[in-house]
């Protein structure tokens, strides 16, 4: 049985051009990642599925997996995560003639993720869980939340009256997507790594989920590692590998 922690990270991102290898805190924005899980546990392999050469010659130099070649037809902008893993499972167990028992999937574009985080979900795992994943508190309530249309529009959430955003009765967070983790069962089971039913949500900082989609994620990122390198954080941060 084997375990794979899976970094996808293919070229072609709309945003911003070479999205995965641009600069961020003085190195490219998918080494964060490999920092955060490279060498993290010794029954979890680490492997990189892309289509970029730079990718691969960073991942190279932290001994991670990057001998599988994401092929064009999972390479696409409509493509799905689900689609994109099961590409890279069913190619893992045929070259290494070993079936993959668990996954976890790291997004490259969370450059502030904890490396303590990716164990958690390592340990949940381990005890049996058949699926998690990381949430954040909500910058949002619901209540807040408007919906429009073409020429009305409605709140998001009704039912509930209050003056001020603590008295909220609801306890609101957000899917952040920087860290799912699943058995191979569930993921085919589901067609989906998150089942409302099943997954397991695991709390986690406001500042480890943040991602990198448009340049102005990217100035964020930015002021965020500066005033981190006054804490502890930045030194974790720094120091993960």
Avoid at 49 to 69: G, L, Q, R, T
Avoid at 113 to 128: M, N, P, Q, S, Y
Avoid at 135 to 158: C, G, H, M, N, T
Wanted: hydrophobic share 35%; proline share 4%.
């Amino acid at each position: 049985m084997s375990n794979l922690i899976v970094i996808p990270a293919r070229a072609g991102s709309k945003g911003i051009k070479n999205k995965n290898i641009v600069t961020i805190g003085s190195k490219p924005l998918i080494t964060w990642t490999m920092e955060s899980c490279a060498d993290i546990d010794e029954n979890y392999e680490v492997i990189v599925s892309s289509d970029m050469d730079e990718v691969k010659k960073i991942a190279k130099n932290f001994k991670i997996n990057c001998d599988y070649i994401r092929p064009t037809s999972v390479s696409k902008d409509d493509t799905s995560m689900y689609d994109t893993v099961i590409d890279l499972i069913n190619w893992y167990e045929d070259i290494h003639q070993n079936t993959v028992e668990k996954i976890i999937l790291l997004q490259p574009t969370n450059p502030l993720r904890l490396r303590e985080d990716v164990k958690r979900i390592i340990k949940t795992l381990d005890a049996g869980c058949e699926s998690c994943f990381t949430i954040v508190p909500a910058i949002q309530s619901p209540y807040e939340l408007i919906q429009l249309e073409e020429k009305k529009w409605s709140f998001l959430r009704k039912g509930e009256k209050v003056n001020r955003r603590q008295d909220y009765k609801g306890d609101f967070w957000f899917l952040d997507g920087s860290i799912y983790g699943c058995t191979k069962k569930f993921l085919f089971k589901n067609k989906s790594f998150v089942n409302e039913k099943v997954s397991l949500p695991i709390k986690c900082s406001k500042i480890s989920s943040w991602d990198i989609d448009t340049p102005f994620d990217l100035v964020i990122a930015e002021c965020m590692l500066s005033f981190l390198k006054n804490t502890e954080k930045f030194d974790t941060l720094s120091n993960q590998n």
